[in-house]
């Protein structure tokens, strides 16, 4: 029979059991409210959301565990902590000098059992359900200017939202928006205070864009991503095709983290890895060398030098295979793939 586990032991593996995210709250919840607002202000909205809600999820994490925490990542604040201290107000009073009482307000929402009316302007930090529901019945053209409003991610989860066949025009006109005229504003601030009460002046604005689009896409699924462009192509080849030319693609992979990559380069044939190597630029290419062993890398320097001259079509499409597959096993979870979208990183 094994023997029971100490109580260091279990502390350790409380330890062990922590995410990154509530690593960093546990030190966050340390620092005092001023130095913690400072910087909570360089987060986006997501990323606050994520670290707010790990904030509560620590509150009462042991002493022995902080320390542990502290021993990773800041000895020289070893002994300062106020955890479990009047949490509740110590994070609502954060997040309102961070952020101001509205924007603060509607992140304690869903971390917190709370309501509030949000103007125009904080639609960044509203649910994507929410916004979803707010715009299903509207104008597509309507639809596709709230959502070019959005951060990328947030914005390709209201996308998956909406009904099926909306997605395509949506993202069509996402893809063809330039400048927003004031009317147009008017009309969206219209649409906004069906659910708030709001008096918002903005100015024309540059928004939305091909670029925003194919942001917003590099957000989504592989199989929506494939049926939305699938629709896109039948109405316009010329707009599905710039689009894709600015989604996700090869160099990105310089971004992403090397155990990502090292899983990917498994994943991918190295015949198809030889022939993406030849168009790609220095610096990606000694990034995927760092991320094998001495010798394989030797061994795929050998083939590309052995290769020769190849058609830049060739390389293309052997580019996209190993993007093809990147994707996919960042739907699953596998790898992250910075720029990309999936999980958010604290």
């Given amino acids: 029979m094994p023997e029971a586990a100490t109580p260091a032991e279990e502390e350790d593996r409380l330890f062990d059991t922590l995410t990154g995210t509530q690593k960093s709250a546990i030190l966050m919840m340390l620092l005092g409210e001023d130095e913690a607002a400072e910087i909570l202000k360089n987060l986006s909205p997501r990323e606050l959301q994520h670290l707010g809600a790990a904030m509560y999820s620590v509150q009462g994490v042991d002493q022995e565990t902080v320390n542990f925490v502290l021993d990773e990542f800041l000895a020289i604040i070893k002994q300062q902590t106020s955890i479990g201290l009047g949490a509740g107000n110590y994070i609502r009073n954060v997040l309102t000098k961070a952020l101001g009482g509205d924007k603060a307000q509607s992140v304690l929402s869903r971390i917190t059992p709370a309501s509030s009316e949000r103007p125009i302007d904080i639609l960044d930090w509203m649910d994507a359900r929410a916004i979803a529901e707010l715009i299903m019945d509207e104008h597509p053209q309507i639809v596709a200017l709230i959502i070019s409003y959005l951060d990328y991610g947030l914005a390709a989860d209201v996308l998956g939202l909406l009904p099926h066949d909306l997605q395509p025009e949506v993202v069509g006109r996402i893809a063809t928006l330039e400048t927003v005229q004031p009317d147009a504003v008017r009309e969206l601030e219209r649409v906004m205070q069906l659910k708030f009460k709001a008096n918002t002046t903005l100015r024309a604005s540059q928004i939305g864009g091909v670029k925003a689009a194919a942001k ?111 994707r996919k096993m960042s739907d699953d979870g596998s790898i992250v793939l910075a720029g990309r979208g999936g999980d958010e990183m604290v």
């Fill in 216 to 326: 917003i896409m590099n957000f989504t699924k592989t199989a929506m991503e494939q049926r939305i462009m699938k629709e896109i192509k039948k109405a316009d080849k010329n707009l599905m095709t710039a689009i894709q030319d600015n989604m996700f693609v090869f160099d990105n992979l310089v971004m992403s983290d090397e155990r990502s990559l090292q899983t990917l380069l498994r994943s991918v044939d190295t015949d198809v890895l030889v022939l993406a190597l030849k168009g790609a630029d220095e610096l990606l290419r000694e990034k995927l060398f760092g991320c094998m062993s001495t010798r394989a890398a030797a061994n795929i320097k050998d083939e590309m030098e052995a290769l020769g001259p190849v058609r830049l079509t060739e390389v293309q499409e052997a580019q996209k295979q190993i993007i093809d597959v990147a």
